[in-house]
């Protein structure tokens, strides 16, 4: 299988050379030249989720061997993981909650930020590759940790992560400043995650970094969803947990069920969209917004427009304008066309806008895009609770409203995966208040211990301590100095 950039026609690599870029020359995402759709359900009934992985890479993944791509997923999914079959689905009525957040920094980004650093040693060996590779990526708050751990103290590598210094929570601030490893760097910007990862999109096409770089024997890489090594392995989420309701008798083989995500950079939900295109029988795509509803307007009336005020809410790794990802599925609504991709990315980028026309607007029916409020949220959060006596962090909180939303514009009835992005206990602030318990006068960490004593939850290793361990990132920058910043980091 070849990749393609949906920026530019005359692109065509493999996976191992896609993985190490990141992103192409002329700022284009890859995807894959054909889109497999060869999934055999029925064989992966009783299979466990690292038996998943390895049937669905290995269709991405044509330049791995099975040999290599069975030790990259050992490697990835071993014992930093909590649960036995790394991810769990928790009942409630007609949805089930997939919880993706039982890794090493109770996120979901775990599940693919474990896994890229093994498949980027092996695309180094695939091409021949001998430079020493910096990681350079902005973050909304979850991505920054996730890359950190799986990239901490990995040979030949440097990682390098922006964040918006006021625009993460306390803890996942103090998960990424305090973590460990001489090749890990983290700056804190004065602008949002927009600025951030504008500026890092930017290094990746800018002629003069990539003349520094290689006159200091290095090549740029990404650790975010526009990687297709991170990118990929999200899909397995959504063949396991059809598989995994195949074998608790929740659906028959073939049935639909419908999927929603919370989703700001639209990596998570393409994921799913890819694994429908595989063969999972998926009927609707429910995206989930918070306030910086962007995507969800975007869905409803094929207008893309980011000239609005952005909004720092308390699902923060959803504070976003610019969703990176959204460009792929662009790519498969423009007929696979790179200069429509071009057209529309220029738009953006030069008029903040652009419109799809009534043909391509059609082919966003599989999608149903709504938006939840700050209110709604932790509405959502005490109503969770109430219900099912299961407690769910900020971002899971606006995936269930907005399927509430979209039960009530229609008559569905589908059994529904819901994804769980993070543990409620990386929101603590924002999780207790929902649940109507005081928080005025309260720290983070005085809340950790609260949570747990409260609801019965041990508190996760991840974050157990966290504010007794030593800071060792103080770097703040400029957004617009972000460029000095690497080239001083790298120096």
């Not at 992985?53 to 014992?79: H, M, Q």
Request: aromatic fraction near 10%; glycine fraction near 6%; charge should be negative.
């Amino acid at each position: 299988m070849k990749y393609v950039s949906t920026r530019d026609g005359s692109v065509e690599v493999s996976s191992s050379y896609g993985i190490i870029k990141g992103i192409s020359e002329e700022g284009g995402l890859f995807i894959p030249k054909v889109l497999p759709n060869n999934i055999d359900v029925e064989s992966l009934v009783g299979k466990t989720y690292k038996e998943i992985a390895l049937d669905v890479l290995s269709k991405f993944l044509s330049d791995f061997s099975i040999d290599d791509l069975k030790e990259c997923v050992d490697r990835a999914y071993d014992n930093k993981f909590h649960v036995h079959d790394l991810v769990s689905l928790k009942k409630a009525n007609n949805s089930f909650f997939l919880e993706l957040f039982h890794g090493p920094t109770i996120a979901f980004k775990d599940m693919a930020l474990c896994m890229l650093p093994q498949l980027m040693n092996v695309a180094r060996k695939n091409i021949g590759f001998n430079r020493d590779v910096v990681i350079l990526t902005a973050t909304s708050g979850d991505t920054g940790k996730a890359a950190l751990e799986g990239f901490a103290n990995v040979d030949n590598t440097k990682i390098i992560v922006f964040y918006p210094k006021n625009g993460v929570s306390k803890i996942q601030e103090s998960q990424m400043i305090t973590q460990e490893g001489e090749n890990t760097y983290v700056v804190g910007i004065d602008g949002n995650f927009d600025d951030a990862q504008s500026n890092v999109k930017e290094m990746f096409t800018s002629k003069e970094m990539k003349d520094h770089l290689n006159s200091l024997g290095y090549e740029f890489s990404s650790a975010n969803s526009i990687n297709i090594g991170r990118l990929i392995p999200q899909v397995v989420y959504y063949v396991y947990s059809y598989v995994k309701l195949l074998e608790k008798k929740e659906i028959d083989m073939g049935e639909e069920i419908n999927v929603v995500v919370p989703t700001g950079n639209f990596g998570n939900i393409l994921a799913a969209y890819y694994a429908k295109h595989m063969g999972i029988k998926i009927d609707k795509l429910i995206c989930a917004s918070n306030e910086n509803n962007v995507l969800a307007d975007f869905l409803k009336v094929g207008i893309y427009d980011k000239r609005r005020e952005f909004i720092k809410t308390i699902s923060p790794s959803m504070d976003i304008l610019i969703s990176s990802n959204l460009e792929r599925l662009l790519y498969e609504i423009v007929d696979r066309d790179p200069s429509k991709v071009r057209k529309y990315m220029n738009d953006l980028k030069k008029k903040g806008v652009y419109e799809l026309n009534e043909n391509e607007k059609n082919k966003l029916q599989s999608f149903y895009g709504a938006w939840v409020s700050e209110e709604e949220t932790l509405d959502t959060v005490k109503k969770v609770y109430e219900r099912f006596n299961y407690v769910i962090d900020t971002h899971t909180a606006v995936g269930y409203r907005a399927y509430e939303k979209y039960l009530k514009d229609t008559d569905d009835n589908k059994k529904t995966i819901i994804a769980s992005t993070a543990s409620p206990f990386k929101f603590t602030k924002s999780v207790m208040a929902g649940l109507g318990e005081v928080v005025e006068g309260k720290d983070d960490f005085q809340l950790l211990k609260e949570l747990s004593e409260k609801y019965g939850m041990d508190i996760p290793k991840a974050v157990k301590g966290l504010d007794k361990r030593k800071i060792l990132h103080d770097r703040l920058c400029h957004k617009d100095h972000m460029k000095d910043m690497v080239k001083e980091i790298l120096a």
